[in-house]
T-cell receptor, first 107, second 115 residues
């Protein structure tokens, strides 16, 4: 069964405390993986697309990486404005979404 | 450039009532989707469309109908609302599944409560 699992479900960090979010997937015919950010009361906002193992993408304090079984979203020296839910979605014959990691960054 | 626009933002229905959620996109995308998002369940696909005049069932289509009469619009209908349909509904669009640089673009959602 194609599925995507994200961990942890929730993460609290002190401002400046770096960490990583995990997205593991079992999707046949994987064509890529997306990362999204979702703020309360808003729709998911696109962050990155990764297409092949070994690929990395960066945007400000965020860096996404991809292996054959999982993807990581690394957050370096986070700030309170990075607080949000982060979703990943694997692309097979459809989009398979994880349930997200709720990140809270405490000043 | 508005992207994906959903109306209404909030709605409360009584069991058995009907309503239509509206979605419009101005990016000339071929594909459009309706998802529902529930706590602990993530985003689940209700119906989708690969072009004007086409619709297809997703993961959780029961109790919903859709129409795509114009390329830029995708409508989601609830004929007889049930409390189990209380959720946040998101519309999204994309150039196509798996195409390079073709992520889903989401609207800001409709929060529906059925009492």
């Amino acid at each position: 069964e194609d599925q995507v699992t994200q961990s942890p479900e929730a993460l609290r960090l002190q401002e400046g405390e770096s960490s990583s979010l995990n997205c593991s997937y079992t999707v046949s015919g994987l064509r890529g993986l997306f990362w999204y950010r979702q703020d309360p009361g808003k729709g998911p906002e696109f962050l990155f697309t990764l297409y092949s193992a070994g690929e990395e993408k960066e945007k400000e304090r965020l860096k996404a990486t991809l292996t054959k079984k999982e993807s990581f979203l690394h957050i370096t020296a986070p700030k309170p404005e990075d607080s949000a839910t982060y979703l990943c979605a694997a692309i097979g014959n459809q989009f398979y979404f994880g349930t997200g990691t709720s990140l809270t960054v405490i000043p | 450039n508005a992207g994906v626009t959903q109306t209404p933002k909030f709605r409360v229905l009584k069991t058995g009532q009907s309503m239509t959620l509206l979605c419009a996109q101005d990016m000339n995308h071929e594909y459009m989707y309706w998802y529902r998002q529930d706590p602990g369940m993530g985003l689940r696909l209700i119906h989708y469309s690969v072009g004007e005049g086409t619709t297809a069932k997703g993961e959780v289509p029961d109790g919903y109908n859709v129409s795509r009469l114009k390329k830029q619009n995708f409508l989601l209908g609830l004929e007889s609302a049930a409390p189990s349909q209380t959720s946040v509904y998101f519309c999204a669009s994309s150039l196509g599944i798996g195409r390079i640089n073709s992520p889903l673009h989401f609207g800001n959602g409709t929060r529906l409560t059925v009492t």
